[in-house]
């Protein structure tokens, strides 16, 4: 048992795999056990499926959320069931599903993820990006103009969400090499943000960006000069000092 999961404490271990409670931590995120999580939150999902599950327990979690989701739709659980599920990682389940349905356009698995990207969770929202994001990257250009509108939403959840799905590198997904060759195609979704005045928001701004200066530095501290140039915003400044940290 890892040092992480060893101080979690056995009652409180027990209500994460039952699926009675959402984990406070990443450490408890990524101690939570599928298989009795499964079986709590999906009883009808069978025995031959949790030990598929069961043989994939070494796998990274994202895999193994990957994993859970597609035994979901195997087993023809309600999705509402499971976005309205007290466990968090439920609910990223749910994200995964909502991405993995079959015939499903674009346009309708971003209305379906709404209200898991302003999910009141931090994981079940990175989930939510996470799930979409290769959908997303698949039609960019559809991908952007979809996810504009939601710079202006009242939401910050929201318009992170809008941000943050499209980083050129991202955490624990694969890049997107088109934005990291050309990061200009993301500006419908940044200059809306460039002022921004949530942190939450700011931060995934000042990352796509950082993101983006690891290929194209010049391209970002030109565009960080233009947008202090036309304003002295503090969101604005904040967001062009994060974003060229990596900048030598």
Same mark, same amino acid.
């Given at each position: 048992m890892s040092r992480g999961v060893a101080d979690i404490a056995p009652a409180r271990l027990a209500l994460l795999n039952a699926g009675n409670v959402a984990s406070a931590t990443l450490t408890e995120g990524l101690a939570i056990d599928f298989v009795r999580l499964l079986a709590a939150a999906a009883p009808g999902i069978g025995a031959a499926r949790l030990e598929r599950m069961?043989?994939?327990?070494a796998a990274g979690i994202t895999k193994r959320m990957a994993l859970a989701a597609q035994l979901l739709l195997e087993a023809n659980i309600d999705l509402a069931s499971l976005q309205a599920h007290a466990?968090?990682?439920? #609910?990223?389940w749910a994200c995964f599903?909502?991405?993995?349905?079959?015939?499903?356009t674009l &346009? %309708?698995?971003?209305?379906?993820?709404?209200?898991?990207?302003?999910?009141?969770?931090?994981?079940?929202?990175?989930?939510a990006w996470l799930a979409l994001r290769p959908h997303l990257a698949a039609r960019l250009d559809e991908a952007i103009a979809l996810l504009a509108p939601w710079t202006a939403d009242p939401s910050e959840r929201l318009r992170?969400?809008?941000?943050?799905?499209? #980083?050129?590198?991202?955490?624990?997904c694969a890049h997107i090499d088109q934005l990291k060759e050309? &990061? %200009?195609?993301g500006l419908p979704l940044l200059l809306p943000l460039r002022a921004d005045p949530a942190v939450y928001v700011q931060d995934a701004v000042a990352n796509w960006l950082n993101d983006a200066a690891k290929s194209q530095p010049d391209w970002v501290r030109g565009l960080c000069?233009?947008?202090?140039?036309?304003?002295?915003?503090a969101a604005t400044l904040r967001i062009?000092?994060?974003?060229?940290?990596?900048?030598?």
């Open positions: 069961r043989a994939q327990a466990s968090d990682t439920v #609910r990223g599903a909502i991405a993995f349905q079959a015939g499903s &346009p %309708q698995r971003l209305a379906a993820m709404r209200p898991l990207a302003d999910d009141g969770h931090f994981g079940v929202r990175e989930w992170r969400f809008a941000c943050e799905a499209l #980083r050129p590198r991202g955490v624990w050309q &990061p %200009q195609l000069a233009q947008w202090q140039q036309d304003s002295d915003n062009c000092k994060r974003a060229q940290r990596s900048i030598s």
